[in-house]
């Protein structure tokens, strides 16, 4: 087993006193910056790395945070968090990562501690827990959410109008011409409420250009996989209902159902104009490249990270609330 550098080693490297390592390592501003340089060649050449444990002793923090996701495997989720890394990084913080599944008992563990001790605060994305059961949970933990799941007055939150891009997207379809458009899709047993908000911009949009509101139009999905949102398209093509436009909930549901509209021998745009959402590499690599809403995941990141620093360094008080923005990335499956 390879021996734990220690910060005695690192002084007798580096040529200085422990006290100034310590300094360097605790993040002390009054550290020349030629001084600091020289202390972390040597941590890096050394490999040194702070006891947790140890340094929360002495300064009461870990210098990590949490962010707790129901997928990792998911285009979008993987590309927040890398944001939220290197938003992170910029404050000297590290991030443990951690996925719950979308399981209310992993997402409740999340809230009552579990990170307690590991980490100073926690960026948390719920699926299924709702805003009431997340304040009822006394939390010692600062906790900054994300999404759309949950949105309690208690706790700092971090969201695009998911109401607003949906209008845009549906006015975006009008203007091409489309005269009814589908939604992709209303998920069997979802409880985020991120399908409530975009099929309340999907309604408001189709509504003030006069259009009728027809039910058949929002495609029934049985679950988030591509297969199922690839399967609803199919069922609804040979059930004989038309549509000329398509706004998909995700970037997933677009690339599957370019494929379903493909198999059934349309073409997109001409035939349907598809928008999808997340602006994830799966839009920007399909064939066509997929329209789709993209929110400023790096906006979303710095937001949640500053809001968390500043409830770790003791800011109180209710929840606030921050909307980050959004845009329509215009492509191949729906042009201007």
């Known amino acids: 087993m390879a021996k734990q550098v220690r910060l005695a080693d690192v002084a007798k490297h580096a040529g200085v006193s422990l006290k100034t ?3 360097v390592v605790h993040e002390y501003k009054h550290v020349a910056p030629e001084m600091r340089a020289k202390v972390q060649a040597s941590i890096d050449q050394l490999g040194y790395r702070p006891n947790l444990t140890a340094r929360r002793l002495v300064t009461g923090r870990t210098g990590m ?14 590309t927040l968090a890398d ?18 599944d979308g399981k209310v008992d992993r997402e409740l563990a999340v809230l009552s501690d579990r990170e307690a001790g590991l980490v100073d605060g926690v960026i948390f994305q719920p699926a299924m827990v709702t805003s009431l059961e997340i304040a ?3 939390a010692d933990t600062p906790v900054v959410l994300l999404g759309e799941a949950a949105m309690p007055l208690s706790i700092d939150h971090v969201m695009i109008d998911n109401v607003d891009a949906s209008r845009a997207s549906v006015e975006h379809l009008l ?27 999907y309604q408001y949009a189709l509504d003030r250009a ?14 988030f996989s591509p297969s199922s949102a690839k399967k609803a398209v199919m069922e609804a093509l040979s059930e004989g209902l038309e549509f000329d436009g398509l706004l998909c909930r995700d970037d997933r549901f677009a690339v599957a159902a370019l494929q379903a509209l493909r198999e059934a ?3 997109v745009p001409d035939d349907v104009a598809v928008i999808g959402w997340d602006d994830t590499e799966l839009g920007r690599y399909s064939f066509p490249t997929v329209t789709t809403v993209s929110p400023d995941k790096s906006g979303i990141a710095e ?3 500053n809001m968390l620093i500043e409830r770790i360094n003791g800011q109180t008080g209710v929840g606030r609330h921050r909307l980050a923005p959004f845009s329509l990335v215009v492509r191949e499956s729906a042009p201007d």
């Open 21 to 23: 390592v310590s300094n």
């Open 265 to 267: 021998g349309l073409s």
């Open 65 to 78: 945070i949490a962010l707790a996701l129901p997928e990792t495997d998911h285009p979008y989720f993987s």
């Open 136 to 138: 009822e949970v006394q």
């Open 175 to 201: 203007k091409l011409g489309c005269k009814k458009i589908a939604f992709l899709g209303a998920v069997a047993d979802d409880n985020a409420g991120a399908t409530i908000r975009r099929l309340a911009g």
């Open 83 to 100: 944001a939220v890394v290197k938003a992170a990084e910029k404050h000297g913080l590290r991030v443990l990562i951690e996925q719950t």
């Open 210 to 223: 006069g259009l009728i509101l027809d039910p058949d139009l929002v495609l029934q999905v049985d679950s």
């Open 303 to 305: 937001l949640a990270v």
